[in-house]
């Protein structure tokens, strides 16, 4: 990431202006769609980017990495007015290291085996503080993608929604090879159209809001936002290819 703090901002707004454009011709209110910065590989300075444009929140995909970044996120911030950023674990989670992500992020995107749901409810129990998840599911049945299978899904749910010191928000999904590659646009609605469906079908069987649905990056926004995204994920359209 080699860009000015002003053209990071253009690149936000650009950003902010396709959301608003996808949830109006949804019929949506834009509102509902908070855009989470991804600032994997970039260096701290993009979580401070993020943390002076009010954006408050950014997503890593590696434990160790957001580990590193946080606290030197919180030195650069040091001084200035911005609140420092909450942290969101968007990538797959070993168990080895469960401890440190429990520990590093506010929220956990990524949880997709029950044996996940037992040790990060484990983590967050000998925290003493309540941890935030979010349900990974393979909607689109991509071999190359983590996350339970659909068909999986209502005993994740049940596993974590008895952990009692999980926050079970919602779900995430990633579409298959992203909309930026010509041919996988019905695809990627489909995967997101499929982890909305189950949304609506689990929050009603179990009495849950499970209000939070994490679909969409940068080349498939506009399509999740369309499906029902409240949270979209987004790193090259913001910080430039990786
Ligand atoms: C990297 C990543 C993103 C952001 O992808 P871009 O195409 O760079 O916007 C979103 N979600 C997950 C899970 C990622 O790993």
Redesign the pocket.
């Known amino acids: 990431m080699n860009i000015p703090y002003e053209e990071f901002c253009f690149r936000v707004a650009a950003v902010e202006a396709r959301i608003e454009a996808a949830a109006r011709a949804a019929g949506r209110d834009p509102r509902e769609v908070r855009l989470?910065p991804?600032t994997?590989?970039h260096p701290a300075l993009a979580a401070v980017f993020a943390a002076r444009r009010g954006l408050g929140a950014v997503?890593e995909?590696r434990v160790q990495e957001g580990a590193a970044k946080r606290p030197e996120t919180a030195a650069l911030l040091a001084g200035e007015t911005a609140p420092a950023p909450r942290w969101e674990l968007?990538?797959h989670l070993q168990s080895n290291k469960v401890r440190l992500a429990a520990e590093t992020f506010d929220r956990i995107?990524?949880v997709d085996t029950e044996k996940l749901v037992r040790h990060l409810d484990r983590a967050a129990g000998e925290l003493g503080r309540p941890l935030s998840v979010l349900l990974q599911v393979n909607a689109g049945r991509d071999p190359a993608k983590f996350g339970c299978e659909l068909e999986d899904a209502p005993r994740l749910l049940e596993a974590a929604l008895a952990a009692p010191h999980l926050r079970v928000e919602g779900f995430?999904t990633?579409a298959p090879l992203?909309a930026?590659e010509a041919g996988t646009a019905e695809h990627a609605r489909r995967t997101f159209s499929a982890l909305r469906g189950l949304r609506d079908e689990l929050a009603g069987r179990f009495g849950v809001a499970l209000p939070e649905l994490?679909m969409?990056?940068?080349?498939?926004?506009e399509l999740a936002v369309a499906a029902g995204s409240t949270c979209?994920?987004?790193?090259?359209?913001?910080?430039g290819?990786?």
């Open positions: 989470l991804v994997k590989t997503g995909n968007i990538g995107q990524s995430m990633i992203g930026n994490s969409g990056m940068s080349g498939d926004l979209v994920r987004v790193g090259t359209a913001l910080y290819t990786r």
